[in-house]
């Protein structure tokens, strides 16, 4: 079996909160309780969402939390031949095509109909690139580990862009590009990015590429009811170290590991020394979302800022 590859992979649109902490800390964690290693990749393929100094921001919060990644950061602004390397394989076995369509034109379809899969190309026109879902690919099941056996239809999910139009290519092939040339055995991230997996597991097999075993997070909602998200304001993490070592007390929490009560206070390294020996996925209850407050015991407990 090979060594336990596991990684974090932020996009830089703004910095970290409550709710990546916990996905962060929960690869992070996974990663070193199999002794193996744990990489950072920095998603930043969509420039216009990456405000400048955002990615430097996450690295600096990362360290504040102990969370020391192994080796060099990977940015995706520097993958660019690698994508369209695989972008090239997969129009040489016919499983991409050109599509000048807008959503517009298909907004009355569940998914995308498919129409520019044999159209002519006209030059000139802006086109995105889609993954062919007709030919052959199978039905793609897998087991995850907090939320058991998935399984969806190729039909169901439709021709996935690869290369949007504006030329920058799609999350779906960097991510699964990136993950095979990094060595990722274990992907674990929140429950929103489950609903990716199939397609991401359909251009691994398309591509010839290892497919790693994953598990998704329940994700931390905040007092609106909404995910925790930048897009929704969530606060950023603190970098000040007597701010940290409660909310990493209570990010532990939020995976329901349980961490002795006394440790809300003892330094981020022994909070987390603590933690790699204990990680139980086991104890995580698969929810597919929750309120930071929910696991949350003691009174003392610190609000995340
Ligand atoms: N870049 C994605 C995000 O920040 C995560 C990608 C992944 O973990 O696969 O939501």
Redesign the pocket.
């Known amino acids: 079996m090979s060594r336990y590859r596991g990684r974090f ?3 830089p649109s703004g910095p970290l909160h409550l709710g990546s902490l916990v996905a962060a800390l929960a690869s992070f964690l996974d990663a070193r309780h199999a002794n193996g290693d744990w990489l950072l990749r920095i ?1 930043d393929i969509d420039p216009p969402r990456c405000p400048p100094g955002a990615a430097a921001t996450i690295l600096h919060q990362l360290e504040a939390f102990g969370l020391h990644w192994d080796g060099w950061v990977t940015w995706q602004h520097d993958r660019d031949a690698a994508y369209r390397s695989a972008l090239e394989t997969l129009g040489s076995q016919g499983l991409a095509y050109p599509c000048s369509c807008s959503r517009k034109q298909w907004c009355d379809h569940a998914i995308y109909p498919g129409w520019c899969r044999n159209a002519v190309r006209e030059p000139g026109r802006p086109v995105a690139w889609r993954l062919r879902s007709d030919r052959g690919l199978r039905p793609v099941t897998w087991q995850d580990r907090l939320f058991g056996e998935q399984r969806l239809d190729p039909a169901e999910l439709g021709d996935v862009i690869l290369m949007r139009k504006d030329g920058l290519w799609a ?1 779906q092939l960097a ?1 699964v590009v990136d993950d095979a040339h990094q060595g990722i055995t274990d ?1 674990v ?1 929140g429950f929103d ?1 489950l609903g990716n997996t199939p397609w991401q597991r359909q251009l691994q097999h398309a591509l010839g590429l290892p497919e790693p075993s994953y598990l998704h997070l329940p994700l931390i909602m905040g007092d609106n009811g909404q995910k925790l998200s930048k897009q929704n304001l969530a606060p950023p993490l603190p970098q000040d170290d007597d701010a940290v070592r409660p909310l990493l007390h209570r990010a532990l929490k939020a995976l329901d590991q349980s961490p002795p009560p006394e440790m809300a206070r003892a330094a981020v390294s022994e909070q987390l020394a603590r933690a790699i020996v204990d990680w139980d996925v086991g104890r995580i209850e698969p929810d597919a979302e929750r309120r930071p407050g929910d696991q949350v015991a003691d009174s003392d407990a610190p609000s995340p800022r």
């Open positions: 992979a932020p996009t998603e999350y991510v992907v991230r990015l």
